[in-house]
Nanobody, 114 residues
Framework: QVQLVESGGGLVQAGGSLRLSCAYS????????MGWYRQAPGKERDMVAV???????NYGDSLEDRFTISRDNTKSTLYLQMNNLKPEDTAVYYC????????WGQGTQVTVSS
């Protein structure tokens, strides 16, 4: 049974940075594409960034200039570096294994104050 645990969220001022981590417990982390998603209050959950097993990346909504997704297969950990944060980035951030029925983490709250 795969478990995902996000960490690194918090309260930050606009223009600040945060680095989120997603610890994957289970086997075969390196074989799976992984993704970060976020959900703001009253809104749908949206894709932030995805990374394939080979390291190719894709970003949602013009986030590539501020966000960077990466992975460390030796640590079975997924990362999201977020720079120049804006109040509209406020949301709960989730990681996910990108397979049908893939596990979600419990989420980590990111709050950006203006």
């Amino acid at each position: 049974q795969v478990q995902l645990v996000e960490s690194g969220g918090g309260l930050v001022q606009a223009g600040g940075s945060l680095r989120l981590s997603c610890a994957y417990s289970g086997s075969d982390f390196s074989l799976y594409a992984m993704g970060w998603y976020r959900q703001a209050p009253g809104k749908e959950r949206d894709m932030v960034a995805v990374i394939t097993s080979g390291g190719s990346t894709n970003y949602g909504d013009s986030l590539e200039d501020r966000f960077t997704i990466s992975r460390d297969n030796t640590k079975s950990t997924l990362y999201l570096q977020m720079n120049n944060l804006k109040p509209e980035d406020t949301a709960v951030y989730y990681c996910k294994v990108l397979i049908p029925g893939g596990s979600w983490g419990q989420g980590t709250q990111v709050t950006v104050s203006s």
